[in-house]
């Protein structure tokens, strides 16, 4: 008996996860039900005895017959437990990456297209008053190929764009046409990815497998300007009541929009209930006291770019308050996602297919930016 790398099992068990959403086009309840024997022949070729063989959808394609039946993907949201390994899954019902590598289109016909994704997972920690103490971009370029013949992709990045926290911000082939200078702490690359021309002129050249996979990982620690600002303040009502005050301000142009937004605060465990004022004409936004877990949660449908937003809530505690309340309450985290905006301003200026077809209709999708900030009272 011998123990199995932890690492390991959590890296074979996200990529059994990315092969069946390329296989089913969207992983949830209801694919899983649908294709179950389609997922136990993926299964029966990706282990045998025991042992990892392949995960790739491409060489997968040989040894698998069944065909996969599409569910609506906007019916059910991503499996909870499943969620945690899938690296880039979108919070928002997808339209044509949601869909199958292997089914064609009806009247069988191949589609023809390619998906990129620059998505970002931000956490900031703020001081109660709204100061950034701490601030880190975990991001990754996703592809999605949908394209016959494994043609070659050539993906140019910002001209200005620096790797390592002692690189220089400008370089000497600093062009009009880059996204401006952007410096990365590390990054990694897809083993697909070739870097002949990258240290020259910031291009990757790739030929991309099917389905759907990280081209880039990168980090970054540089100052950056996050999406939102947040303060929170709590003070004594009384011997054994409390106020809240949240504050939200959306820091990004006005012509972007933040999706299903939910702010979570921890409350002393001796709360027994919790009242909410919203501000006058809040429109899809509530509230709710979470007994169970004794946090306060304010949900937001969306927030609009330049706007601010404010929550008060009064606790009612079961004794008498003792000690600093700011020690027994928080931090507040806040979880959000804003399409077509990243905060590291790292920009896919082009993406080009090397063979010249009418039939490649290549799509781009980039910047969906999800983020997770913490507010330390």
């Avoid at 063989?53 to 394609?61: D, F, P, R, V």
Wanted: negative net charge; charged residues 25%.
């Amino acid at each position: 008996m011998v123990n199995i790398s932890p690492s390991l099992l959590l890296e074979l068990l996200q990529r059994i996860a990315r092969v069946t959403k390329d296989y089913l086009g969207v992983l949830n309840e209801d694919s899983l039900r649908k294709n179950f024997i389609l997922v136990y022949e993926l299964l029966d070729e990706v282990i045998d005895f025991g042992y990892p063989q392949t995960t790739s959808t491409e060489a997968l394609k040989s040894y698998i017959f069944n065909e996969p039946i599409m569910v609506d993907a906007g019916r059910l949201p991503p499996l909870g437990p499943a969620a945690m390994f899938m690296q880039g899954t979108k919070r928002m019902p997808g339209t044509a990456v949601t869909k199958s590598v292997v089914a064609n289109e009806p009247g069988g016909k191949k589609r023809e297209e390619i998906f990129v994704d620059i998505i970002e997972k931000i956490s900031v920690t703020f001081s109660s008053s709204g100061y950034i103490l701490t601030s880190e971009i975990d991001g990754t370029i996703q592809m999605k190929s949908y394209l016959s013949g494994n043609p070659e992709i050539r993906l140019a990045l910002n001209e200005d764009l620096g790797i390592g926290k002692n690189s220089s911000s400008t370089h000497d082939y600093r062009s009009s046409s880059g996204g401006g200078s952007v410096v990365l702490d590390d990054c990694n690359f897809h083993e697909s990815v070739q870097l002949d021309s990258f240290d020259i002129d910031r291009t990757l050249h790739l030929i991309p497998p099917d389905g759907e996979f990280p081209v880039m990982n990168y980090r970054m620690t540089q100052e950056f300007k996050p999406p939102f600002r947040v303060t929170a303040l709590i003070e004594e009502a009384g011997p054994s009541r409390a106020e809240v005050l949240l504050k939200i301000r959306a820091d990004f142009p006005a012509n972007v929009t933040a999706n299903t937004i939910t702010v979570q605060m921890p409350v002393p465990s001796y709360t027994m209930r919790a009242s909410f004022e919203l501000e006058a004409g809040a429109v899809g936004q509530t509230t709710d006291f979470k007994e169970g877990t004794r946090r306060l949660e304010w949900n937001l449908k969306k927030i609009v770019g330049g706007s601010e937003h404010t929550l008060r809530a009064k606790l009612t505690f079961s004794q008498e308050t003792h000690g600093n309340l700011t020690k027994e309450a928080g931090p507040v985290n806040m979880n959000f996602t804003i399409p077509m905006y990243n905060a590291s301003k790292l920009q896919v200026r082009y993406l080009q297919i090397a063979k010249k077809s009418k039939t490649y209709n290549p799509y781009r999708l980039e910047a969906l930016d999800r983020v997770t900030c913490i507010v330390t009272l």
